[in-house]
C-alpha cells in the first residue's frame, strides 16, 4: 500500500497526535472528578448545615483549567494529525500527477481525461479524510474508550458493569444506523450530482434544445431526476430522525442504571453521592465514541476503496520507454523502414510496410483519403506509440526507440490536427512553454502567418484571453496561432497536420510564400487535405491510401502518373476555378 511510506514520513507527528489525544481525554475524565469531589461537598456542607462559597469557587476553577487543558490538547492534536493529512494529500496528488506525465497517449485515451481528474480529486480527498479525520476521531474513540471505562472501575467495578451491559445492543443498533445512513446520504448525494450535470448540459447546449423543440422533454427528464431526489432525501432524514432518539435511550438507560443501582451501593455505604454524579458524566462521555465509530468505519471504508483504485493507477507502467538521457545534436534525417503499425485499442492496422525518407532541408507532404493513416506517421514520430508490427523508424540513422525521447521531441515542433489552444492569453498560447522569448520575434512570426492583424484588432491584443474564459476563436484563427507556436519553437524538425485546412485559398498562400523562409534547413512533413499547399511548400509527396503509400514522387511527378492524387487535384483545381468565376 502506496500509504504506508506517508505514515512513516509522518509518523512523529501521528505520535504526538496519539499523546495529545490521550491527555485531553485524561483532563477530560478528571472534570468528573471534580464534579464528584464537588457533590460530596455539597451533600457533606448541606448535613453540617452550613455553606463555604470559597470551597466552591476553587472547585470551578478547576473545572475551567481543565476544560481548557482538555481545549488545548485537542488542538494540538488537529494539528499535528489532520496538518500531516493535509501534506500526504499534497504529496499524494503530486505522484499521481508525475506519474500521468509518465504514461503513454494510448493509457490517457483509454481512461478519459475527466476521470482523471476524478481519481486525483476525489480518490485523494477521500484517503485524506482516511488519514486525517479517520485516524483523529478512531484514536479519539479507543483512547476516550479506554480512559473512561478505567476511571469507572476505579470507582465501582460492579455499577461499571451494570452500565456497559446495555451498550453492546445500542451500539449495534447505532452502527448499523450509522451505516444506512451513510449509504443513503452517499446516494443522496450522487443523485444531486447527476441532476447538476443534467442542468449544466442541458444549459450548454439550451440552442440545440430549442431547435429540436424538445423543451417539454428535457422538462420531463428534470422532473424525474428531482423527484427520485426528493424521494431519497425524505428517507434519509426518516432514518436520520431515529439517530437521536435511539441516542438518548442509550444515555438514559445509562443514567437510570446509574441512579438505581448507584443509590442501592449508596445505602449499602459502597460509594459516596458524588460517585453518581460522576457516573452520569461518565455515561455522557461514553456516547460520543459509539456515535462515531460508525461514521469512522464508514470513512475507513470508502478511503480503503480509494487508495485500491490509486495503487492500480500508480502501478500501471507507460508503454513508452525511454532508456537514454544523453543530449546530443539531432539534424534531423528521417527515415521509415517497412514500418507496420496496429492501434491495439481498435485493432486497426493504420500502416502497412510505408517506407520513405526525408533529409535536412526538406518539405515531405503527405495526403490521402481520411482514416488513410497520415496522422498516425506523426503520433509515431512523436512516440505517442512505437512501431509494433514491423518495421524501424530512424533519426539521424538512429533508431528512434533508442534515442533521449524527451531530447528528441524537444527538437521537434508539431502541430496537432485540432490545433489545440490553451485557455490563457494568445501570447502564453504562442510562447508555450517558453516564457522568455524576444517580443519581436513573436510578432514576425505571427505576420508571417497572417495572424498579426487579428490579433491587434482584439481588446487586449497580444494578452486578449482565448479558449472558455475569453474570446472564441474561428478554425483558421486557431490554426495560425498554433503555426506560430510551432514556428517559434524553431526545432530542426517541423510536423505539420493539417493546418491549413479551415483557411482560403488566398490566405494559405500568402502564408506559404511568407513561411518558406523559415522552413529552410528543417526536416519538414506537412500532411494536407488541400493539395494547393502540398503543390506550393512540398518537394516530394506521399499518397495513403488504408495505411499504404500508393504514390510517392516529385509534385510534378505525382500529377504525371494520371493516378488518384492526379484525380483529387483536378477536383480541387476545378472547385478554385469556378470559385473565381
Ligand atoms: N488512437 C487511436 N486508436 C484506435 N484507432 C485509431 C486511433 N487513431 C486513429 N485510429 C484509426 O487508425 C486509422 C488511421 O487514422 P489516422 O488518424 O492516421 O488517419 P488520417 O489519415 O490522419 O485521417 P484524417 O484525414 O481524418 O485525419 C483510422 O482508421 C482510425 O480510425
Ligand atoms: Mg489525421
Redesign the pocket.
Known sequence: MSLKKYFIRYKWYYVLGILFVTLSSVFSNYQAIVVRKATNEIVYEINQQHFNQDKFFVFLLYLIGLSVLSGVFMFLMRQTIIVSSRHIEYEQKNELYEHFQKMD??FL?MQSVGDLMNKIGEDVGRVRMFTGPAVMYLVNVIVTLISVISFMLHVSPLLTVAVLLPLPVFSFLIFRLSKKINFLSTHVQEQLSVITSFVQESISSIRLIKIHSKERFFEEKLKNNNDNYSHQFVLLGKTEALFQPLMTMMVGTGIIVTVWLGSILLAQNKIEPGNITEFVIYVYRLTWPFTALGWVSALIQRASASQKRINELLNTQPKIINTNYDTYKIDGHIRFDNVSFE?E??K?M?LKNVSFEVVKGEVLGIT??????????F?LLLRFYDVNRGGQILIDNKDIQKHNLYWLRRHMAYVS?DAFLFNDTVLNNIIFPDRETDMQRVIDICIKVEIHDTIMSWPDQYNTMIGEKGINVSGGQRQRIALARALLKNAPILLI??AFSALDNETEQKIIQNIKEELKNKTVII?A?KLSVLQSLADKIMY?KE?VVTECGTPYELLKMNGEYRKIYDIQMTKTIIQYL
Open positions: 497517449k494510448q485515451k492501434y485499442e481498435s486497426m493504420a490521402g483519403k481520411v482514416g488513410s493513416g497520415k496522422s498516425t506517421i503520433q490536427q497536420d493539417d500532411i487535405q495513403l495505411g
